[in-house]
């Protein structure tokens, strides 16, 4: 899929942790996002569950800017795990771009739920998340629980 915003071009390519390249592509943007600009710890981020995911790259040109994942959470039910731009590329669309893709993706698969980081929640509220619950910490950072509403 190719989307367009801000004059960005986007490819956005779904693929399993069997796929080494783009797992350590992956886990290299996971890890200059959380691991060292936000200060989680490899052990929270590192949860051994990548196996039983669904792995996204956004792409620009021949450059990965961002990632996301995709975890069965129950029956019917996917959440939405991981999601990271780097941090110079951000407020350029591919954060919209790969949740669009991603929900696009899973429209008619079942529940979509998230935890997002507080600081982010208004992102996902205008993709059509609904805050659930109270706000909680997880791996230092303030985040909440939210269901998309198609």
Request: aromatic residues 8%.
């Amino acid at each position: 899929m190719v989307t367009e915003k801000t004059g960005m071009h986007y490819t956005i390519v779904s693929f399993s942790a069997d796929d080494s390249k783009r797992m350590d592509i992956a886990r290299h943007i996971r890890k200059a996002v959380f691991c060292e600009e936000q200060g989680v710890s490899a052990e929270d981020e590192w949860d051994g569950k990548d196996h039983i995911c669904e792995h996204f790259l956004i792409e620009s040109g021949n450059t990965a800017v961002g990632t996301a994942r995709v975890r069965p959470y129950g029956p019917s039910i996917y959440k939405v795990e991981r999601v990271a731009v780097l941090k110079h590329l951000r407020s350029q669309g591919a954060g919209k771009a790969i949740m669009d893709y991603i929900l696009n993706h899973l429209s008619n698969s079942g529940t979509i739920v998230l935890n997002a980081q507080t600081q982010v929640e208004e992102f996902y509220l205008r993709l059509g998340f609904a805050r659930e619950g109270s706000v909680f910490e997880e791996a230092g950072i303030t985040h909440v629980h939210m269901i998309w509403r198609q």
